[in-house]
């Protein structure tokens, strides 16, 4: 299976990025005195970052780009390290599902909370874990399926196994 050089999560976390930097920029440029920033441009600002990062998660996820300690996974056979990758993302394919539970049940409850000064719910926020984790099952099942489907091939830096 080839991988596509662009996703939906990277898409949509390029245009959060872009909109956050317009947002920003509206509280800088009105910390000038060029003219008076909305008041809602801070919490604005939050709630695109939160967006952005736990959408990109999903994108991080698809390129299998985590941050790993292999100093110690490096002296094993790569099949024991197939099966311990496995298992890994197995365990974390179920904390996974839990968290998109709780989020689910966070959005539920926060429904009728009203943001500071945004004309949204505070559940729009707080969707943005129940969103992104459909995205991070949806890599992290895949990456399992082709390990378990192909074998488990270790990516190839500068000659060296990475």
């Known amino acids: 299976m080839t991988k596509r050089k662009y996703s939906i ?22 910390r000038f005195g060029l003219f008076v920033a909305p008041v809602w441009t801070e919490e604005m600002a939050r709630w695109i970052w939160v967006w952005m990062a736990m959408i990109a998660i999903g994108e991080a996820e698809r390129q299998n780009v985590q941050l790993r300690m292999s100093i110690v996974i490096d002296a094993f056979f790569p099949k024991f390290r197939l099966v311990l990758f496995t298992l890994i993302d197995l365990v974390y394919l179920a904390v ?20 500071v000064t945004l004309p949204f719910s505070d559940a ?21 399926w082709s390990q378990l489907s192909t074998g488990w091939q270790p990516k190839i830096k500068g000659g060296k196994e990475a």
């Open 124 to 144: 729009v926020l707080y969707a943005s874990y129940p969103v992104a984790a459909l995205f991070i099952i949806w890599r992290v099942s895949n990456r399992i």
């Open 96 to 115: 996974t599902i839990n968290l998109l539970w709780i989020g689910y049940k966070t959005v539920i409850r926060t429904w009728h909370n009203e943001a």
């Open 9 to 30: 999560e990277g898409i949509a976390a390029t245009i959060l990025f872009l909109g956050l930097i317009f947002v920003v920029l509206l509280q800088v440029f009105g």
